[in-house]
Nanobody, 124 residues
């Protein structure tokens, strides 16, 4: 059973918005950090955003001011609101849970639990 399930991806134009959701399946992550990574072909998975279980949010510089992360611990969901999308945001987006948040960059390298990923494509 996949522990995390992403939804909300798709094809949009530059400047548009998308809302990605991630739902926990089979277990609760209310006391785990939850967030998002993305990956494009030939590149390593890249940190996007994370929200700690107490509600502190951290973002990659490339999405700061455009993306917003939120979570609902009761529902076991984490949401990534993506505004003013750019073609360089095109990637497969992965939801993750667990791990520790540190003081370096990136502040989070994910955890033990991952979703299968969802495609986001932004056309110019």
């Amino acid at each position: 059973q996949v522990p995390l399930v992403e939804s909300g991806g798709g094809l949009v134009q530059s400047g548009d918005s998308l809302r990605l959701s991630c739902a926990a399946s089979g277990r609760t992550f209310s006391r785990s950090n939850m967030g998002w990574f993305r990956q494009t072909p030939g590149k390593e998975r890249e940190f996007v955003a994370v929200m700690s279980w107490v509600g502190n949010a951290y973002y990659a510089d490339s999405v700061q001011g455009r993306f917003s992360i939120s979570r609902d611990n009761d529902k076991g969901t984490v949401v990534l609101q993506m505004n003013n999308l750019k073609p360089e945001d095109t990637a497969i987006y992965f939801c993750a849970a667990g791990g520790m948040i540190g003081t370096g960059m990136p502040p989070w390298r994910g955890g033990d639990y991952w979703g299968l990923g969802i495609q986001v494509t932004v056309s110019a």
